[in-house]
Structures are given as C-alpha cells and as structure tokens.
C-alpha cells in the first residue's frame, strides 16, 4: 500500500485527467492545484458564502488559516472570495470576505464550535473539534507550563501571563499586563511575544474580543476546553499524527512532508511516519 501522500496525489491525478493522454510535470501540477481548489473551496460554484457553510468548510478540512492564504492549507477568507490567494486591499475595512472572516472568528470560537487561535503557521486559524483533540495530544506538553519555564522553554512574560489566568481565570489584556508588571508601552513587544508564545504551544488563547472599549479576554486552554483536554490524554501520539498527517493530505492533495510539519507545528519525524501508513 502506498503512503498517505502517494495515495492522496495518484487519486488528485487519476480523478481529473483520466482523459489526458500527457502526464507532463505541468499537467501533474495543473491537476494537483485543481484538487486544491476543489476542496479549499477556491472557486466561485463552492465559495463559502455565510456562517453554516464556514463551519461546514472547517469541518470538512479539519484546519485551515483563517486570513491567510499561501501556506499550503486551506483558508477560510480564500474561501469566501472563491479564488486562489487573493490579495489584501488597502481598505480592508470595505472587504467583503475579509469582514465575514473577522466576524466568524468571533461567533464560531464563542460558541465552542470551532478553536481559534495562532496556531499554524504562526498565524490565526481555526481547527475543528473533531481534530482538536489530536493537535492538544501533539502540541501541548503534559507536564505543565511550570516545567516548560523550568526548561527555559517558556519566557518569563508568558509565564506570569499563565500564573494570572490560572490564578483569576479569564482576564482582559490589560488587567493581564498589570498583574504581569508588563503595562508600560515600552513592554508591549515582550508582552505580544509572550501572547503569540502561549498560542502556538496551545496554554492560552484569546476567548472573546470587546470593543467598547476594544479589548481582548484572555483564558487558558486547559479551561476553556477542558472536555478535549481529557480526549487528548487518552490518544496515543502516532494515532493523533495519523488523523491530522491524513486529513492534510486529504485536502491539500501533496505537500513536502517537512514543510507540512513545519506549518503544522508537528515534529518531522511524526510527520514522515504518518505519511508512510
């Protein structure tokens, strides 16, 4: 049996161009994106065009980047616009796909439909339930976030950041950078830093976003999603690496095995050996 890799590109090949006698590198290349299209919706008949098909959208992909297009994942504000990687406006206020994004990555995350945070790519994304568990299994270390700071692998900001939330539970950004002693202007890049730290190893994440005044509340993953914190602990980590490594595949069609893990946040290693299944 081939690899989930190989199986995904021979069936993206073999389902549009059953009827091309070439099979040019430009046809294969042709025929891959085609398969992209397909399924990252980047075309005018599927475009997503409201709320119950965004979440079917993410759904259906498992993950995808929420403004972002071009990282080799699905991307929701791609989707709705129904074309590949269109380009940001200078007025982004008037965009259509852009304002649906920003207004479903409020609405879908606060009813606990989806997660939302930065999390691939370094950049905002939306990853479904059914996947979550996974990603929690791979990416969040089970041994606390004091051992990670212990190990020099979290910074002192994101530290205090996760005693303040664990302490006194959801807390706006500012009330965070007081209790931090991270308040003054000359400190908000050490603090950005330490917020997009505790993202990507999935210890915190934005819960609600205010705008009057705009501010955003802060929660730790542990208690905002405690229902998939307790799936993740009984997966094993290759099953995991399995369901997400499978899905991307799926979807995208191909991609280099080290660069999916890179966007992924996933160890290459992990990464490889799901393929090869």
């Given at each position: 049996?081939?690899?989930?890799?190989?199986?995904?590109?021979?069936?993206?090949?073999?389902?549009?161009?059953?009827?091309?006698?070439?099979?040019?590198?430009?046809?294969?290349?042709?025929?891959?994106?085609?398969?992209?299209?397909?399924?990252?919706?980047?075309?005018?008949?599927?475009?997503?065009?409201?709320?119950?098909?965004?979440?079917?959208?993410?759904?259906?992909?498992?993950?995808?980047?929420?403004?972002?297009?071009?990282?080799?994942?699905?991307?929701?504000?791609?989707?709705?616009?129904?074309?590949?990687?269109?380009?940001?406006?200078?007025?982004?206020?008037?965009?259509?796909?852009?304002?649906?994004?920003?207004?479903?990555?409020?609405?879908?995350?606060?009813?606990?439909?989806?997660?939302?945070?930065?999390?691939?790519?370094g950049r905002p994304s939306f990853i479904a339930l059914e996947l979550l568990?996974?990603?929690?299994?791979?990416?969040?270390?089970?041994?606390?976030?004091?051992?990670?700071?212990?190990?020099?692998?979290?910074?002192?900001?994101?530290?205090?950041?996760?005693?303040?939330?664990?302490r006194r539970g959801p807390s706006e950004t500012k009330a965070l950078k007081?209790?931090?002693?991270?308040?003054?202007?000359?400190?908000?890049?050490?603090?950005?830093?330490?917020?997009?730290?505790?993202?990507?190893?999935?210890?915190?994440?934005?819960?609600?976003?205010?705008?009057?005044?705009?501010?955003?509340?802060?929660?730790?993953?542990?208690?905002?999603?405690?229902?998939?914190?307790?799936?993740?602990?009984?997966?094993?980590?290759?099953?995991?690496?399995?369901?997400?490594?499978?899905?991307?595949?799926?979807?995208?069609?191909?991609?280099?095995?080290?660069?999916?893990?890179?966007?992924?946040?996933?160890?290459?290693?992990?990464?490889?050996?799901?393929?090869?299944?």
């Amino acid at each position: 049996m081939g690899s989930i890799n190989e199986t995904a590109m021979t069936g993206a090949a073999g389902r549009s161009s059953a009827s091309r006698a070439s099979s040019s590198p430009l046809v294969v290349g042709d025929v891959l994106e085609a398969h992209r299209d397909h399924h990252f919706r980047r075309i005018l008949a599927r475009r997503v065009t409201g709320e119950t098909m965004a979440l079917r959208f993410i759904n259906e992909t498992g993950f995808c980047a929420a403004f972002t297009a071009g990282l080799g994942l699905p991307c929701l504000r791609e989707a709705i616009e129904g074309r590949r990687e269109p380009e940001l406006p200078h007025h982004i206020q008037h965009d259509r796909a852009i304002m649906m994004t920003w207004n479903l990555k409020d609405v879908l995350p606060a009813r606990r439909s989806v997660y939302y945070g930065k999390v691939l790519g370094g950049r905002p994304s939306f990853i479904a339930l059914e996947l979550l568990p996974c990603f929690l299994r791979l990416r969040l270390t089970s041994e606390g976030y004091q051992k990670l700071y212990q190990r020099g692998t979290l910074s002192h900001c994101a530290k205090l950041v996760m005693d303040a939330l664990t302490r006194r539970g959801p807390s706006e950004t500012k009330a965070l950078k007081l209790t931090t002693g991270f308040a003054q202007p000359k400190m908000r890049a050490e603090f950005d830093r330490a917020m997009r730290e505790l993202q990507e190893k999935f210890l915190a994440l934005k819960v609600e976003e205010r705008y009057d005044p705009f501010t955003y509340v802060w929660d730790t993953v542990e208690h905002r999603w405690a229902e998939a914190m307790r799936a993740a602990r009984s997966l094993k980590p290759q099953h995991a690496a399995y369901a997400i490594v499978r899905r991307y595949y799926e979807m995208a069609g191909y991609g280099n095995e080290r660069a999916v893990a890179r966007v992924l946040g996933l160890a290459p290693g992990m990464v490889e050996t799901a393929a090869r299944k």
